[in-house]
């Protein structure tokens, strides 16, 4: 069992529409992090997160500690939010990260 | 402040061969990281470097694979006698102390033919 899971693996869905990808991970861990990567491979950090919420634009995270569990939502989908959202933890120790295998968002015009 | 930074983009070579990539961190980051991104898998963690220092290297191959992040220019990851196998895009990100965001170079996307 991979310490970092998300789902969907696949996810396709029409502008405008609203997008949850969910994140599960059975470690202790000292922060999540969601990834954005590009078709073009360049990978984005988005959102660095250890407790509640954050938001930047259309993007919001959250994190439930206790549940071991974070989402990702994208309100008002885009086409130019195609791309492939990675989660990732850090281990309070050296912080190096820990990734789950993604999740292939497709925003159809 | 330019991003991080990564050459070549793009390496083509032919197995026995040695291949270098470099890294050059955002100024002022001291903490450097490497990662490998097999074809069709995931990100893994290699060696966590400081100036001078490799702090966790506990995601490197025992052979043939080495980093070092010298006191002055790039940090360093080589593979020596490079295989089929190493064929991937290898990441570097860094960040100004241990427990930061982390930020990607575009990274270098290695083929051995």
């Known amino acids: 069992k991979n310490e970092v899971e998300q789902s969907p693996q696949n996810l396709t869905a029409q502008e405008g529409e609203f997008i949850t990808i969910n994140c599960s991970y059975s470690?202790?861990?000292?922060?999540l992090h969601w990834l954005q990567q590009h078709p073009g491979g360049g990978i984005v950090s988005l959102f660095m997160?250890?407790?509640g919420k954050k938001k930047h634009g259309r993007l919001i995270a959250t994190i439930n500690i206790q549940e071991k569990h974070s989402s990702l939502h994208i309100t008002a989908s885009h086409p130019r939010d195609s791309a492939v959202y990675i989660c990732?933890?850090?281990?309070?120790?050296?912080?190096?990260?820990?990734f789950g295998t993604g999740t292939r968002l497709t925003i159809i015009p | 402040n330019a991003g991080v930074m990564q050459n070549p983009r793009h390496l083509v070579r032919r197995r026995g061969q040695e291949a270098r990539l470099r890294c050059s961190p955002m100024?002022?980051?001291?903490?450097v990281y490497w990662y490998r991104q097999l074809p069709e898998e995931g990100l893994k963690f290699m060696v966590y470097?400081?100036?001078?220092?490799?702090?966790?290297e506990s995601g490197m191959p025992k052979e043939r694979f080495s980093a070092e992040f010298p006191k002055e220019g790039p940090s360093i990851l080589r593979i020596q006698q490079v295989v089929r196998g190493d064929s991937a895009a290898y990441f570097c990100?860094?960040?100004?102390?241990?427990?930061?965001?982390?930020?990607f170079g575009p990274g270098t996307r290695l083929t051995v033919l």
């Open positions: 990732a933890v850090s281990d309070g120790g050296n912080e190096k990260l820990t």
């Open positions: 470690v202790g861990i000292s922060a």
């Open positions: 470097l400081q100036k001078e220092n490799i702090i966790d």
């Open positions: 990100a860094s960040s100004p102390q241990r427990d930061f965001r982390q930020y």
């Open positions: 100024k002022g980051h001291s903490h």
């Open positions: 997160l250890s407790s």
